[in-house]
């Protein structure tokens, strides 16, 4: 089964075959090795390459209406409005009372976002915030949760994703599994072991504590998974979850919310450290204008660059503009069979010059100041926010979008109103692969970091 998966798609003809696709650099990995380059400048390649995206309205199913949704309602009522915020101010300042001093900003945005979306999304405090304990003090959900994208970073992570977990999930036998695993003799796989049973142990620890909470008569809290077991409680059998069901939420929602928004609060603060020249620090915390920091930095920079979709019949794909096949056909539709993989790219359809203009690929907040291009307004993006694809479209968009825009802004005008923040003398790559992370240039790939220099804003 496995070989054959490997081997088939050199052996059997698809009608995917014409479409013409970048050389490949290696005849054994073909482009993955560029699919997981850290600089992501093949994405700028692919896009020069190939323009304008492929037509994708429809694709991603009817427009969500997230007003409906009263998880998100309940999530964004409940945003911590004093104390995550003030100790994280705290802190920093703590930090920096004798001067200036490098501080890794992916470390804390990590804390903070996890901090946030624990204490709204399951009424749990995971971090008090209050001084940086070094992560061995830090507990160890947050610890394990950092470590998990930077584990599943590289090269072997498509390998795996790919055929070995799709295998491991038909293998209905977990004892087996886990002592396949414990037999492994590589150390990334005992840490990622040990990671997903720190996970499934405090997901276990949050449900038990508010099934003990509701059976005790105080079932009135507002988070996301006390609303979610009263709801399973008074459920008709057949709509009920399993408890295995519900622990699955309580991961999910955390590693939604957590890695996108620090990767996403982290690069902002970055991009606004390398445009210190340009920018005037009080007309970046006026609302309008941190709006359209967060806006454009959203646009260029999205946390996920890629959605991936699977075919669930054959169908048609029309294209925006024809493209030259392999025998040097014009195509402007493409057949796509049942099961194929669709790779869309988010950063491509966001920064695409035909609909953005040229300065797409530039970083340019004030072009949210004034009416966006025509064509913007007309592309039919499938989006949620902004024309743009960056919490996609359609029934399975982020359902988190607005939660995140207003923990951006309480966190950003926290932070910038009271530091400046200018970027360190290593040079930082952001990997594009999963969600977008920094790197230090010739650093380990899976421990991510943003060393950069805090000073207070009154020095
Ligand atoms: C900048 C921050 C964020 C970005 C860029 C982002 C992006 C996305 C994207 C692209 C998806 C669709 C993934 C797919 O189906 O392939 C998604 C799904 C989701 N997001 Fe977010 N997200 C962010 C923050 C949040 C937050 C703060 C929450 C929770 C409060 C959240 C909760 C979710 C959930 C639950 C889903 C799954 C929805 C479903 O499958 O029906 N996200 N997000």
Known sequence: GLTWKLVREYLVKSPLDQIPGPRSSSWLAGNIPEFYDKTGKHYYQFLQDYGSVMKLQGLLGDQHIYEEAPAFIACVSLLPRDEAEIYLQKSFMNQVKNGPKEIDILHWMSRTTLEIIGQSGMGYSFDSLKEDAGSADLHP?????????????????????????????????????????ECIPSQWVHDLKDIVDTIQKTAVDIYRTKQKAMIEGDDGKKDIISILVRANASAADE????????????????????????????RIIYILGEHQEDLDYDQITTLPFLDAVIRETLRLHPPLSIAIRTARKDMILPLSKPIKSTTGDHISEIFVPNGTSLFASIYGANADPEIWGEDAQEWKPERWLKDLPEKVEASQMPSIYSHLMTFLGGSRACIGFKFAQLEFKIVLSILLTSFRFTSGPQKILWTMPGITSPVLEGGDITHPSLPMLVSPLDV
Do not use: C
């Open 239 to 266: 709509d009920r979850l399993s408890d295995e069901e519900v622990f699955g939420q309580v991961a999910s929602l955390t590693f939604a919310a957590m890695d996108t928004s620090s990767s996403a609060l982290s």
């Open 141 to 181: 959900y947050s610890r394990s949760v950092k470590r998990f994208g930077g584990l599943l970073s590289g090269t072997h992570t498509f390998f795996i994703t790919s055929y070995i977990l799709p295998f491991a999930a038909k293998l209905n036998y977990p004892r087996l599994k886990r002592w396949i695993v």
